[in-house]
């Protein structure tokens, strides 16, 4: 059966408390943090169970997002279609990161964390930014970032796990297949038959996600511990409350004007938010995300093209953290930083932030980058941040989590590839496994 054949109205299920996977991922996360903090030694050993889920995710990524652009656009039939998505939605994503960028920058401004800190960077340990600053280089270059969209083969972009490579190579397959028109049937059969392969596959490791929130949230609490809190606490403060006022100011007022509610979304898709905060990985929830956004009632064309891109594209929590971490490391090391150098941050941060696309972890080389490309800010002092990048970024990709649904939706919405009464009926009874409505539905119908 079809997820839109699935009815609308529907009865939410009865189901104990313990069994919504939600309520696990939170159990894992507190627990974890017992662990990491009263048992230190025992913590530091659980960072395996993090990282076996997230390899297990990353190893279907690329065939995933290969699948949802293939059978997505080539159903589509319309190509204009297609480009008015993919224009409609880079505007959006610029437009939405221009403005993070904005307030990353103004906020940070007001409060002043890392104002009197008065750090010497020649104290700080240079070796520990030595890597960021290296795999910085690579980001510098615009001419090589473009040039690094197209793959040198079919099977690189997967290979390494990039996925704006990984979205060029689909979305060229995808339209030579719309170009095939029938003959290409039997093709998207095969790819349809080895998506469902794929789902099976994310839905087994699912079940084990607590235990990786678990291992994940274990080791940073050991290895980082309260203390990296007390010493930069000001700066990890400050970033939580800029995060809470892009909410506020942006996203709330864009799912309000059209006219989805942001709270009732995030709930929606609150085991993926929470599963983030554990694993600070966006790349660990990409999979079912597509899952969730198509059973919201977003057309699968849109969803496929918007989704990716925005992984690539729309990163409205990590340009918060551009933005406020820079001028920190400016303020705590006594850097003269004016508004004329500001705006010229931003504008390069327009630019860096799309850098790294596709490059996991890339965050703290993307901004050594910025700094090096500015040369304003001494690039050593992101030393200072190392401590607290694991809290900083389980807060940017929570961002980031929930600012690609709201676009996702948003432009399926623009686009009229947006089930209204399906998206209210979803919001309204909160995510219910597909298989768990069609066995309740059976039963009805006997």
């Not at 995710?57 to 949802?68: K, N, R, T």
């Not at 490791?205 to 609490?221: E, L, Q």
């Not at 980082?224 to 709330?252: A, H, I, P, R």
């Not at 190392?386 to 649904?405: D, Q």
Request: proline share 3%; with cysteine.
């Amino acid at each position: 059966m079809d997820m839109k054949d699935i009815p609308v109205q529907r009865p939410k299920p009865k189901r104990r408390f313990y069994e919504d996977l939600s309520f696990q991922v939170f159990f894992g996360i507190i627990i974890g943090v017992a662990v990491g903090h009263f048992w230190p030694d025992i913590g530091k050993s659980m960072q395996p169970l993090g990282d076996a889920f997230i390899r297990i995710i990353q190893m279907v990524v690329g065939p995933v997002i290969f699948c949802s652009v293939c059978s997505g656009i080539a159903n589509a039939g319309d190509m204009k279609k297609v480009g008015r998505v993919a224009i409609k939605a880079l505007i959006y994503f610029e437009v939405i990161t221009s403005l993070a960028l904005v307030i990353g920058l103004v906020t940070i401004n007001v409060m002043q964390p890392g104002v009197g800190m008065n750090i010497d960077v020649a104290t700080l340990d240079q070796a520990a930014a030595s890597s960021y600053i290296t795999q910085a280089h690579q980001f510098v270059s615009t001419s090589a970032f473009l040039l690094n969209l197209i793959p040198k083969t079919i099977v690189s972009g997967f290979a390494n796990g990039d996925i704006l490579q990984i979205l060029f190579f689909s979305v060229l397959f995808a339209f030579g297949l719309a170009a095939a028109g029938e003959r290409a049937k039997p093709m998207l059969n095969v790819i349809d038959s080895f998506s469902s392969g794929l789902f099976w596959i994310i839905g087994l490791a699912m079940k084990i996600s607590p235990i990786a929130a678990f291992g994940a949230i274990a080791f940073t609490v050991s290895k980082f511990g309260v203390g990296s809190l007390v010493s930069l606490g000001k700066l990890v403060l400050e970033f939580y409350l800029t995060c809470g006022l892009f909410f506020v100011l942006v996203l709330l007022p864009v799912t309000y004007f059209s006219g989805f509610s942001l709270f009732k979304l995030m709930r929606y898709i609150r085991a993926e938010l929470l599963l983030v905060i554990g694993t600070s990985s966006s790349e660990s929830v990409f999979p079912q995300m597509l899952k969730k956004l198509e059973q919201l009632g977003c057309e699968k064309s849109v969803v496929g093209l918007v989704l990716p891109a925005g992984y690539s594209f729309n990163h409205d929590g990590t340009c918060l953290y551009f933005a406020a971490v820079a001028v920190f490391l400016a303020q705590a090391t006594n850097t003269a930083l004016g508004w004329e150098q500001q705006i010229g941050l931003l504008m390069v941060l327009l630019i860096t932030s799309k850098g790294g696309a596709g490059v996991a972890g890339s965050a703290i080389a993307v901004l050594a980058a910025t700094l090096a490309a500015t040369n304003a800010i001494p690039v050593a002092s992101i030393a200072l941040i190392l401590g607290v990048h694991r809290l900083l970024s389980s807060a940017f990709v929570f961002v980031n989590i929930t600012g690609n649904a709201v676009a996702t939706v948003v432009v399926a919405g623009w686009e009229n590839g947006l089930d209204r009464i399906r998206l209210k009926a979803e919001l309204n009874a909160g995510y219910i496994e597909p298989e768990v409505i069609i066995r309740k539905t059976a039963a009805a119908g006997r």
